[in-house]
Antibody
Framework: QVQLVQSGAEVKKPGASVKVSCQAS????????INWVRQATGQGLEWMGW????????GYAQKFQGRVTMTRNTSISTAYMELSSLRSEDTAVYYC?????????????WGQGTLVTVSS | DIQMTQSPSSLSASVGDRVTITCRAS??????LNWYQQKPGKAPELLVY???SLQSGVPSRFSGSGSGTDFTLTISSLQPEDFATYYC?????????FGQGTRLEIK
C-alpha cells in the first residue's frame, strides 16, 4: 500500500533552518511528484511547492521563493523540504503529498505531518 | 494567484441531513477542482477530483459538481464519520491554492 512517512517533530529558533523528510513506499517513487503543504494551528492548508523526483525539477509558491528548497534521494525514495530563515509564523504542521505527473492531478496520498515549532 | 472562497465557513447539521458546500474561484478554472476531508489531528484525504470524480474508496453519498468558477460538494445523507473540515483546491495552474475550509459540526 502507498505510504508517505515523514520525519519527527522539530523545534527551531528564529533564523534557523529546518529539513523535513518524506519517505515513500508502495509505489515507484519517480512516477509521482511530491508536493508540500503546511497548516498552522487552527488554520487552513497552504501549498508550498512541488518536486519531480525523477528530474529534480521544482516549482515553489511565490510566498516561499528564496526560502524553500525541495530535494530528493531516489536511492531511498525520500523527498526533503528545507525551509530557512525561520520565524514564528512558520510554526505549523508540514505535510508531503503525492501528485500524479500531470500538473492538474490531485494530491491522492498524504504523509502524517511533521510539526515544526519556531520559538526562541 | 487564484483565490478560492468556500461557503459557509462552518455548518451545523444532523445525521441523515443532506449538506452542500460551495467553492468559488476568482477566475475560471474549468473542472480543475478537488475536494479534501480533514479530521482533527489527521492529514487531509482526497474525496473528489476533477470536480466530479469520486476517489476510489470514497462512499457514494459524496458527490461533486460544477465547472468554471462555481463548484459544490454534496453529502446526501450525513453519517457520524463525516463531521470534519472540508477544503477545495484548484489545480488549474501550478500555483495551487486551497479554500479556507468549511467546518461541518454536529447539531
Amino acid at each position: 500500500q502507498v505510504q508517505l512517512v515523514q520525519s519527527g517533530a522539530e523545534v527551531k529558533k528564529p533564523g534557523a533552518s529546518v529539513k523535513v523528510s518524506c519517505q515513500a513506499s508502495g509505489y515507484t517513487f519517480t512516477s509521482y511528484d511530491i508536493n508540500w503543504v503546511r497548516q498552522a494551528t487552527g488554520q487552513g492548508l497552504e501549498w508550498m511547492g512541488w518536486m519531480n523526483p525523477n528530474s529534480g525539477n521544482t516549482g515553489y509558491a511565490q510566498k516561499f521563493q528564496g526560502r524553500v528548497t525541495m530535494t530528493r534521494n531516489t536511492s531511498i525514495s525520500t523527498a526533503y523540504m528545507e525551509l530557512s530563515s525561520l520565524r514564528s509564523e512558520d510554526t505549523a504542521v508540514y505535510y508531503c503529498a503525492r501528485r500524479g505527473l500531470r500538473y492538474f492531478d490531485p494530491f491522492d496520498y498524504w504523509g502524517q505531518g511533521t510539526l515544526v515549532t519556531v520559538s526562541s | 494567484d487564484i483565490q478560492m472562497t468556500q461557503s459557509p465557513s462552518s455548518l451545523s447539521a444532523s445525521v441523515g441531513d443532506r449538506v452542500t458546500i460551495t467553492c468559488r474561484a476568482s477566475q475560471r478554472i474549468a473542472s480543475y477542482l478537488n475536494w479534501y476531508q480533514q479530521k482533527p489531528g489527521k492529514a487531509p484525504e482526497l474525496l473528489v477530483y476533477a470536480a466530479s470524480s469520486l476517489q476510489s474508496g470514497v462512499p457514494s453519498r459524496f458527490s461533486g459538481s460544477g465547472s468554471g468558477t462555481d463548484f459544490t460538494l454534496t453529502i446526501s445523507s450525513l453519517q457520524p464519520e463525516d463531521f470534519a473540515t472540508y477544503y477545495c483546491q484548484q489545480s488549474y495552474n501550478t500555483q495551487y491554492t486551497f479554500g479556507q475550509g468549511t467546518r461541518l459540526e454536529i447539531k
